[in-house]
């Protein structure tokens, strides 16, 4: 058989080392479920003697450099110097113009024990191309496939090695290990139908337990992580997929859709829309929600432009469009909803600004620029206690940062000296905090004629003077604490937003 077709009929069957769909479609029945092996020893591997020794005989074989590098690759081997065997069995390869089967398929086991799984499977199916009823080729092409999860091209080559030496010991243990993987397959797929996503991933982590280097199950196993909202799980996998072929549009997919459950839009257009459908333009998840995230981002983009140029009338329009797009994602509407509220607090629509940022904690309880901002806005309007709440919460949840959360105290004691000075003020002058202008001013003067100027006293002591002087003072400043505060509370139109160098939030789109 030429080699260029074994190749053709080997790929035929499925042989896509880097790349498969996330499919849990069950390829049998029934099978008895065993429970899963140890990873150790998955990877053991014997070269037999008879195909070491295999050639050494013939008539063809005269040049003694070659056996040579073959039974150093073959010694080497044996010490688990797998890099040496390599370069040993390539130079036995190069030195004639023969090409001897085993010396193709040692090297095909030495490049399986480095798990270079592309490099041992083209070396395998070239000593089959040599010799049809190579048996060691064709165990190490199933070894491959099963290490990958390619149950198919696994099972063909099994059958090959059945045909050829039915009593093999290492195709028992084989067939032993295929049968437990695709039972697992299969009852993956039985727990997914059920919609039981816990079970599937306990199913899932037992095929990657016997196929550790699968990039299918291990995709299978971050877009469960997905579906159950354990995002950072999700791109972990993803990403470890990535590191070795950054061409698996699956996994640039599950990365993307976990970014994009976490807000993130901006990254998630870039895995799905620059990486995933690039990778493969037919990639039916990713064009299901590609609109959604072209029209993300352009108002994202376009939001974050007007908000640069001060335009942040324009920029809350924008936003309060991209608020209607995907009105099921919690994490992304409470970004927006944060960045809807700097636009109205910039524009000094506090209370607009006051009412995202409550709707954005409500999504979010785990942001902090956004507890910051709003009790900012709440200062601004005198609503004290309501800052005071704020900076208090802040407090709990950086209890135990490093260093401590000194300046958030310092925050929270100027805005609880304002709440007093308010209780204060409205005490001193028998007042509610929903005073009005005039009952201020209307208080303000009866207590004033009760105290009386102390220039109409001439008579007093100096101690009584004193203390009238005094009780002035003090309703003097209640009388212009309270009217400074129904300003705030009435018109902010020319109240002038600074941020200090307390302030510690985020201020930009």
């Known amino acids: 058989m030429r080699k260029s077709n074994v190749i053709a009929e080997q790929k035929s069957k499925g042989f896509t080392p880097r790349k498969k769909a996330l499919d849990f479609t069950p390829k049998v029945a029934s099978f008895e479920n065993q429970p899963p092996q140890n990873t150790v020893g ?33 010694t080497a081997f044996k010490n688990q110097d797998y890099e040496s065997a390599i370069t040993l069995y390539s130079k036995a ?19 399986f024990m480095i798990r270079n799984f592309v490099e041992a499977y083209t070396d395998a199916s070239s000593a089959i191309g040599l010799d049809e009823n190579c048996f060691q080729a064709y165990l190490t092409i199933a070894r491959c496939s099963l290490a990958q999860g390619l149950l198919e091209l696994a099972k063909d080559n099994l059958e090959k090695l059945a045909q050829i030496d039915p009593d093999s010991s290492s195709l028992a243990k084989m067939y032993s290990r295929f049968y437990k993987i695709l039972s697992y397959e299969i009852l993956a797929a039985c727990a997914y139908t059920r919609g039981d996503l816990k079970q599937t991933l306990s199913y899932t982590q037992n095929l990657l337990a016997q196929s550790p280097d699968s990039d299918k199950y291990r995709v299978v196993k971050a877009d469960l992580h997905a579906m159950m909202g354990d995002y950072d799980e999700g791109k972990k996998d993803a990403n470890t997929v990535l590191y070795h072929d950054e061409k698996n549009s699956d996994a640039w997919y599950v990365r993307g859709i976990c970014l994009y459950n976490q807000g993130s839009f901006q990254p998630a257009y870039e895995a799905i829309i620059e990486n995933a459908l690039r990778c493969d333009p037919g990639h039916q ?60 607090f910039m524009l000094k629509n506090f209370k607009d600004a006051i009412s995202d940022f409550a709707e954005s904690l ?21 609503g004290y206690e309501e800052a005071c709440s704020e900076y208090l919460k802040v407090l709990q949840r950086t209890v135990d940062q490093t260093p401590g959360p000194q300046k958030y105290e310092k925050l929270y004691k100027e805005s609880d000296e304002a709440r007093l000075k308010l209780e204060h ?17 209307k208080a303000f003067r009866m207590r004033e004629i009760s105290i009386h100027y102390p220039d109409c006293h001439p008579g007093l002591s100096d101690e009584m003077r004193e203390q009238k002087e005094e009780q002035f003072r003090e309703i003097t400043k209640a009388r212009d ?19 200090s160098d307390e302030d510690d939030f985020e201020t930009e789109l």
Request: with cysteine; aromatic share 10%; glycine share 2%.
């Open 285 to 344: 998840k990713s064009l299901m929600i590609s609109e959604r995230l072209k029209t993300l981002q352009s108002l994202n983009a376009n939001a974050c432009q007007a908000y640069r140029s001060k335009n942040f009338l324009e920029a809350f329009n924008l936003l309060t469009q991209a608020l209607t797009v995907d009105p099921k994602n919690r994490l992304l509407l409470a970004k927006l909803h944060h960045r809807r509220g700097l636009c109205s």
């Open 481 to 499: 604490f309270l009217l400074d505060y129904l300003q705030r509370m009435k018109d902010f139109q020319d109240f002038e937003v600074v941020f």
């Open 93 to 111: 390869i190069e030195a004639t113009d023969y090409m001897f089967a085993p010396y193709f398929a040692n090297r095909a086991a030495s490049y």
């Open 362 to 382: 409500k999504l979010d309880e785990s942001n902090l620029d956004v507890y910051l901002i709003k009790a900012k806005s709440h200062l601004i309007t005198g």
């Open 42 to 74: 998955l990877f053991e591997f014997t070269i037999s003697q008879e195909m070491l020794n295999e050639g050494e005989d013939s008539p063809d074989r005269q040049q003694e450099s070659c056996r040579k590098f073959n039974t150093d690759g073959s």
């Open 425 to 441: 003020a409205c005490r001193v002058l028998s007042l509610s905090r929903n005073c009005s202008k005039s009952d201020v001013i």
